[in-house]
């Protein structure tokens, strides 16, 4: 699988009680790392954090209908950054994160 491979080369940064490998485009996708052939970006962050970005994403998936092979935009910006006007914000106020994490071993 590319997405193991590519794990691997990732710097492990220190500070981290769990590093994790988190990618983009995003595993979940068909452009993402679990296909091989696509350009991707890596970076190791702690776990609870990717699996909380994960769920975030597929209850994204979820709320918005997303199906197989939907064609769909990610519009990224820079921490500290705005976001176009045109981009609402996202909805994340009625998710319960408090036990994401607790596949991190």
Not at 2 to 22: E, F, H, N, W, Y
Not at 65 to 74: A, C, H, N, Q
Request: glycine residues 8%.
């Amino acid at each position: 699988m590319a997405r193991k491979k590519v794990c691997k080369l990732a710097p492990i940064p220190s500070g981290l009680q769990k590093p994790s490998c988190d990618e983009y485009p995003f595993a979940s996708t068909h452009e993402g790392a679990a296909s091989a052939g696509y350009n991707m970006s890596v970076a190791i962050v702690e776990c609870r954090d990717n699996n909380t970005a994960g769920a975030l994403l597929n209850g994204w998936y979820d709320r918005e209908r997303i199906l197989e092979k939907d064609p769909f935009w990610v519009d990224a910006t820079k921490k500290g950054d705005t976001p176009p006007e045109d981009v609402p914000p996202p909805d994340i106020a009625q998710v319960d994160t408090s036990g994401f994490g607790a596949s991190c071993k």
